[in-house]
């Protein structure tokens, strides 16, 4: 099969995404994965107080580092392929220290970020410089520089909120409850919000909200397990689909690179893919490990994560794209290394 460029995903190619690495190891469960935006590599955050890194071409564990004092919770990349910014589940009231600024090639703490009283649910890395956002339970959104201790700035809200930056770094997202969606410009956000959003008809808390690439597109999930998708610019509703809720376990969805398709997880174990310009369903897997809550595509590679207390990689079966019975060519298909053709670049 000739190489496969991410501008060519089709519905053929979804529907054949199939798993090609399982990692068992973790024992509990996976609380969030990032991948680095240039690099091939991604990073988990679980409740085994783990901080994993992985080299995705390969399929292969790359570090560990455990942190049995605060604990591994929210995880971002930062621009360096071995820093990243986690959040602390343990002994926030007493040190503090909500957010820790890590390295993985020494195992160090570079710099601790106090503020936040309550667990972090939302953090996520500005694309451009070395600022970072991080939504809390205890009802606030803070902006932080990598650089400096200090916060550089705090929005108060009501709710659980969810931010996140859109992929040129000049507007950031905060989302909170009743379904409100204000948009900020980066530069400038003391002087609040350039525009405020409503999704209609869901009064459930945000608890993830993504950006397309192309800037044009918002995916949100909510509490109860809806999942839409937004004009940015005009807030309007261009689909949203329900899956099966959840009581004590929120999931993801997240955008192919493309931003022509949305895929999500389900409570019932199942995992969905829409092709979001036709508004239709064009797979449904089981997800094989339970309820992914943390699920990504990876933003250079025709490849997604999805983990609960398992963590799989997914990759295309070409053997399922072309309908040939060729055993050797399917194995390869779904094996790692990944070679251009199985992965696209």
């Not at 493309?258 to 409570?267: E, F, I, K, P, R």
């Amino acid at each position: 099969m000739g190489m496969m460029s991410l501008t060519e995903l089709d519905d053929d190619t979804v529907r054949s995404m199939s798993i090609g690495a399982v990692f068992s190891d973790f024992g509990e469960k996976i609380n969030s994965i990032d991948f680095h935006r240039t690099s091939d590599l991604l990073v988990t955050a679980s409740a085994d107080d783990s901080v994993r890194l992985y080299d995705i071409v390969n399929a292969k564990l790359l570090k560990t580092t455990y942190h049995k004092k605060h604990g591994a919770d929210r995880i971002c990349f930062t621009h360096h392929t071995s820093s990243v910014v986690c959040s602390s589940k343990y002994n926030i009231d007493s040190t503090g220290e909500s957010l820790r600024y890590l390295s993985m090639y020494d195992n160090r703490c570079l710099r601790y970020f106090k503020g936040h009283t309550e667990r972090v649910v939302s953090l996520c890395m500005s694309p451009i410089n070395d600022s970072f956002m991080s939504g809390s339970l205890d009802h606030s959104v803070r902006i932080w520089d990598l650089r400096v201790n200090a916060c550089q700035g705090i929005l108060r809200l009501r709710g659980r909120p969810a931010v996140a930056y859109d992929q040129q770094g000049l507007v950031f997202a905060v989302a909170m409850e009743g379904g409100a969606i204000k948009l900020f410009d980066s530069r400038s956000y003391d002087k609040g919000p350039f525009d405020t959003f409503l999704v209609g008809g869901d009064n459930a808390e945000v608890c993830d909200i993504k950006f397309s690439n192309d800037g044009k597109s918002m995916l949100l999930t909510t509490t109860n397990n809806n999942v839409y998708v937004l004009d940015a610019y005009a807030g309007e509703k261009r689909c949203g689909f329900s899956l099966e809720p959840s009581s004590n376990t929120t999931i993801e969805a997240t955008f192919t690179p493309d931003g022509q398709y949305v895929v999500a997880g389900s409570a019932d174990g199942s995992m969905h893919a829409w092709n979001i310009n036709m508004r239709s369903e064009v797979a449904r897997w089981s997800s094989q490990i339970g309820v992914p809550s943390c699920l990504k595509w990876a933003p250079r590679r025709v490849m997604f994560v999805a983990a609960s207390s398992v963590l799989t990689f997914w990759i295309p079966n070409h053997e399922k794209i072309t309908g040939e019975s060729n055993t050797k060519d399917a194995d390869a298909a779904t094996t790692f290394p990944l070679t251009a053709n199985s992965m696209g670049v």
